[in-house]
């Protein structure tokens, strides 16, 4: 049933961003052109990986106007105590 409604596409205009059950989690990277306001890329995250930072970085062998997207993302997370199950950094060109 996840799966189903993570897949499904309502306009977010109308409905708003998916909610997550309790101790469940949803992240989606947007990648925004800042001047036109549209969306160019949406990564959708695995079910209960949440999205908890993100950082843009340069590498020094690569071309010096090249930037990465580095997000940090966990798995399972829970909040009081606060514990995950896993740690990921995810970098994207």
Not at 53 to 60: G, Q, R
Not at 72 to 84: C, F, T
Request: proline share 5%.
């Amino acid at each position: 049933m996840a799966e189903a409604f993570l897949n499904e596409d309502l306009p977010e205009a109308v409905f708003g961003a998916p909610k997550a059950g309790s101790g469940m989690w949803a992240s989606i990277i947007r990648v925004m052109d800042p001047v036109e306001g549209k969306t160019d890329h949406l990564i959708r995250l695995e079910q209960n990986e949440a999205a908890l930072s993100l950082c843009l970085i340069k590498f020094i062998h690569h071309p010096v106007d090249e930037q990465f997207l580095v997000v940090g993302v966990v798995k399972d997370m829970q909040l009081s105590p606060r514990q995950v199950t896993e740690g990921f950094l995810y970098t994207y060109r």
